[in-house]
């Protein structure tokens, strides 16, 4: 590495007054860029405010120079490459072997990798695009970095959620000075190793939620199966014994008598896992041994079953209030007048059904707010910036006593909470036969 990248730059931005890129200081340190497509212009737009100064190499960079900020030069791929000691390779897999011609321009440079197979690619390819680039440039020392971060994020700036960029190679010095850009465009550089690492993260975008597949389909099962119950119940039983037509129910009512069934026991399966784990602790007679699989799974999926149960119970809330909409409820209340009439009562009153109501309904809408509660400080950003003793207490406060066995199930020193408080919440029963009590942990 040149002195040059040696610089500090760190914070440095190239934002005039008026909002406009400014002109980078001679002195910053140079980045080339080879291609001119989307995330070749983002990088280039966050480098030059980042306060680096940057080189594209284009096969047409008259073609392409309007592409990019007015303080970025635009050339060709040769002229870009020889003074840089750092280059981006903003190009697809295929268009790599087309660099070979700059070989001996290339030489003794960092290459740094940002691109990402499609996953048929991910599958035919062995080695990782990093790795086949590496292979192309022997001379050269290859980095791969930055393939997390779309173009859009590249432009708009980093966010909470998308601030890690991992970072793999096998030369620390090289590693180290991309970590310093990662870190001057605003991001979080995240080690994870040698270069044999590079097809690890590149599969890592083409992940699909992988947590959630698993509580989606539990709740999607749990779902279907108390639906089916409640069908049966509110709807086939009263059309077969008693021929009566209720199946405008199912739309609204029927789901509206699932949900909360569901968001029950998903929260209990919440709460299952550390109890069973504090118990298999205690037969032991240890806590330095491993769970079996199925419960170190099930452990892991706690914040995700946790979460599913909130929106279940948000959704029967939001359900509840509709029920007055529906014109089966005004029809009914309708008829329930004219019978009152019919019967020469002119005041209905029941004052255990007035009571039981309103008490219902206020551990309603507390036993929801307390699942918002819980279901906010679950949140990354949230949970990060509270400590362990605030998260435990919002946690213990919101479930009256709630267990806890922490995150890392196969680590023994995070399962010691869990023999120490690994107790049941205490549910909030509700009088109309659901329960709509809420707690999880992280
Ligand atoms: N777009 C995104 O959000 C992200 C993209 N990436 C990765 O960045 C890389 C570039 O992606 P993106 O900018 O979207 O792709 P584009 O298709 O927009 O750009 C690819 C660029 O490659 C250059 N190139 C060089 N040689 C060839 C060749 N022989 N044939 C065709 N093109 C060539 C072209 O520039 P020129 O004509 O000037 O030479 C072209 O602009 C990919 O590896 C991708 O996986 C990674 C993360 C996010
Ligand atoms: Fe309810």
């Known amino acids: 590495m040149s002195g040059e990248m040696d610089k500090p730059l760190i914070g440095r931005r190239l934002v005039d007054s008026n909002g406009s890129l400014a002109e980078a200081p001679s002195e910053a340190p140079k980045v ?24 594209v190499g284009s096969r047409n960079p008259k073609r392409t120079a309007g592409l990019f900020p007015s303080v970025a030069q635009v050339t060709f791929q040769v002229d ?37 197979p499609t996953e048929q690619e991910h599958l035919r390819h062995r080695e990782s695009n990093a790795e086949y680039l590496a292979s192309l440039f022997p001379t050269c020392t290859v980095v791969k970095a ?30 180290r000075a991309v970590s310093e850009m990662v870190h001057a465009m605003g991001f979080m550089p995240m080690d994870m190793g040698s270069l044999a690492s590079a097809r690890e993260v590149e599969a890592i975008p083409l992940r699909l939620l992988p947590g959630w ?14 639906y089916a119950y409640n069908f049966i119940r509110d709807v086939l039983q009263p059309y077969v014994q008693e021929s009566k037509n209720k199946f405008y129910k199912l739309p609204v009512s029927v789901v509206n008598t699932t949900l909360p069934c569901v968001a029950y026991v998903l929260l209990s399966l919440v709460y299952l896992p550390g109890v069973l784990a504090a118990a298999l602790q205690l037969r032991r007679g240890t ?44 029809y009914d209340l309708v008829n329930l007048a004219i019978k009152q009439v019919l019967a020469n009562k002119s005041h209905l009153w029941v004052e255990e059904e007035v ?16 699942l918002s509660l819980l279901a906010v400080t679950s949140l990354p950003s949230i949970a990060n910036s509270l400590n362990w003793r605030e998260f435990s207490f919002v946690q213990c406060v919101a479930t009256s006593g709630g267990g806890n ?24 029963s509700a009088s109309c036969g659901h ?6 942990t992280l």
């Not at 779309?150 to 960029?165: C, E, F, H, I």
């Not at 009571?355 to 307390?370: D, F, K, Q």
Request: aromatic share 10%; hydrophobic share 45%; net charge positive.
């Open 405 to 428: 066995t922490g995150s890392g199930a196969s680590r023994p020193d995070t399962h010691l909470p869990a023999l120490a408080s690994a107790c049941s919440p205490a549910p909030v």
């Open 32 to 55: 080339g860029i080879l291609g001119s497509g989307d995330f070749a212009r983002s990088l280039a737009t966050r480098l030059v405010s980042s306060g680096f100064n940057v080189v």
């Open 287 to 330: 806590k330095y041994r491993r769970f079996p699989d199925w419960l170190d799974h099930w452990l892991q999926h706690r914040k995700q079953i946790g979460l599913l149960s909130f929106f279940c119970a948000a959704l029967h809330a939001l359900y509840s209030f509709c029920l007055p909409l529906r014109r089966s409820n005004r």
């Open 435 to 440: 329960t709509e009590d809420v707690s999880w």
């Open 213 to 226: 597949k698993v509580p989606s389909l539990l709740a999607l099962g749990l779902f279907v199966c108390f």
């Open 355 to 370: 009571w039981r109501m309103e008490i219902y309904l206020s551990v309603g809408v507390l036993a929801l707010g307390t």
């Open 146 to 175: 930055f393939n997390v971060i779309s173009a859009w994020t590249l432009q708009a700036g980093p966010r909470d959620g998308n601030r890690q960029v991992p970072i793999c190679g096998d030369q620390p010095d090289a590693k």
């Open 80 to 116: 870009a490459v020889s003074a840089p000691e750092v280059i981006f390779v903003a190009m697809f897999r295929e268009h790599y072997s087309s660099l070979c011609s700059l070989s001996d321009q290339l030489a003794g440079k960092i290459l740094v990798d940002v691109s990402n």
